[in-house]
């Protein structure tokens, strides 16, 4: 969405509008010249892997019928070249995250659905970890038991923010 039409809507700025089954949220990138637009529903239909799924404008509209001006306008204001649709899973913890001298960090040892904005504070968590147990002189089997001990908090988040 164009950075103008967003100064043009009856709520400037970063915005959230929640309904039933549905989340919009609207913020302003490029320092306000590109608006990214995100609409989140549920599925229990959802088949397609990878990123890059296309979704026709109509059709992303559709789902929003009945809803304030600004987030119809908004939909309707997009390309569908600039529209991409992909599936949020909600993953059961790992049984481990280490394994001999190897540990998983980030997303791929505590995955967390997006619906309370923290999951890369604690990928970049699991990193100051690291370094500040290293900076330790702890063995390495040590350093991962603190990393391990430490996901365990982050996959508790990660089964709350279903
Ligand atoms: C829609 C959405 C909204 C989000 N909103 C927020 C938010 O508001 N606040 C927040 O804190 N977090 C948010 N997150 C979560 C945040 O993006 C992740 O927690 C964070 O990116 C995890 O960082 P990471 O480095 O562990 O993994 P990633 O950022 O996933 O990086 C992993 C990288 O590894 C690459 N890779 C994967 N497999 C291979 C392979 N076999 N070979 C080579 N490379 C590979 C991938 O391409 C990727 O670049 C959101 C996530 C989503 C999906």
């Known amino acids: 969405m164009n950075g103008h039409l967003f100064l043009a809507t009856s709520a400037p700025g970063s915005t959230v509008w929640a309904g039933p ?5 609207r913020y302003p990138v490029r320092r306000g010249t590109l608006i990214n637009l995100v609409g989140l529903t549920r599925t229990d239909t ?21 809803w304030h001006r600004d987030v119809t306008t908004a939909i309707a204001a997009t390309d569908d070249v600039s529209i991409i649709a992909w599936g949020l899973f909600a993953c059961d913890p790992l049984p481990t995250i280490v394994e001999g001298r190897v540990a ?24 100051v970890i690291l370094d500040r147990v290293f900076a330790e002189v ?16 982050a996959q508790t988040l990660s089964s709350t923010s279903r």
Request: proline share 3%; no cysteine.
């Open 21 to 25: 089954g549905r989340i919009f949220v």
């Open 104 to 127: 998983l960090m980030g997303g791929s040892a505590h995955p967390v659905l997006p619906f309370m904005g923290q999951s890369a504070a604690m990928a970049i968590k699991d990193g």
């Open 138 to 153: 702890l063995t390495v089997a040590e350093a991962l038991g603190v990393l391990k001990r430490s996901a365990s908090r």
């Open 46 to 66: 959802w088949v397609a892997g990878g990123w890059l799924n296309r979704v026709a404008m109509t059709d992303w509209l559709a789902k929003y019928q009945g």
